[in-house]
T-cell receptor
Framework: SAVISQKPSRDICQRGTSLTIQCQVD?????MFWYRQQPGQSLTLIAT?????????ESGFVIDKFPISRPNLTFSTLTVSNMSPEDSSIYLC????????????FGPGTRLTVT | AQKITQTQPGMFVQEKEAVTLDCTYD???????LFWYKQPSSGEMIFLIY????DEQNATEGRYSLNFQKARKSANLVISASQLGDSAMYFC????????????WGAGTKLIIKP
């Protein structure tokens, strides 16, 4: 299994500012995923981040709003840019390896409140 | 069309009783995987159990079992002898074979165990 840490665990930010969330894994992993979970909702995939390539964004998410870095196989960052109250969510980092049956492990999440 | 349907937004169950959380799925793939995750109020996503489409036996993990009915496209989670600590959101998810290994999530069921 993989142990994932996220920083910060929570933050309260002013609208118009940006926040960078860090995701650190204790082992090398091929795929990293960033999810958003709005209050009372299920998980929505923002993007898939593979090391050495550009992140692949899902419909409704753009790089200018959610730039992602993946400098190596154990680390990634997600930035939430020019925040508005609608960005208030839990942001979850997740990792996995190739194969249909692999578990996808999740970090503890970052609770973001935008005022 | 919804790929993963969880029809129970919320459930109340008496402690020590068994509980079944419903999940139906929709896919035309022959090869796919089904997952259940638990999300306590703290926010982390905890992997519970996995069922592969070709697995002939229902998956079991401790008090968790998955009632897999392939013809009906259902993958219900059964929790035996429920405990107060089982109170959480429960998400059903599916991974299709050709999907870049992304998980498709249901809306979740909020389970509350009553003492």
């Amino acid at each position: 299994s993989a142990v994932i840490s996220q920083k910060p665990s929570r933050d309260i930010c002013q609208r118009g500012t940006s926040l960078t969330i860090q995701c650190q894994v204790d082992s090398q992993v091929t795929m990293m995923f960033w999810y958003r979970q709005q209050p009372g909702q299920s998980l929505t995939l923002i993007a898939t981040a593979n090391q050495g390539s550009e992140a692949t964004y899902e419909s409704g998410f753009v790089i200018d709003k959610f730039p992602i870095s993946r400098p190596n196989l154990t680390f990634s960052t997600l930035t939430v840019s020019n925040m508005s109250p609608e960005d208030s969510s839990i942001y979850l980092c997740s990792v996995g390896t190739s194969g249909l049956s692999y578990e996808q492990y999740f970090g503890p999440g970052t609770r973001l409140t935008v005022t | 069309a919804q790929k993963i349907t969880q029809t129970q937004p919320g459930m109340f169950v008496q402690e020590k009783e068994a509980v079944t959380l419903d999940c139906t799925y929709d896919t035309s793939d022959q090869s796919y995987g089904l997952f259940w995750y638990k999300q306590p109020s703290s926010g982390e996503m905890i992997f519970l159990i996995y069922q592969g489409s070709y697995d002939e036996q229902n998956a079991t993990e401790g008090r968790y079992s998955l009632n897999f009915q392939k013809a009906r496209k259902s993958a219900n989670l059964v929790i035996s002898a429920s405990q107060l600590g089982d109170s959480a959101m429960y998400f059903c998810a599916m991974r299709e074979g050709g999907s870049n290994y992304q998980l498709i999530w249901g809306a979740g069921t909020k389970l509350i165990i009553k003492p």
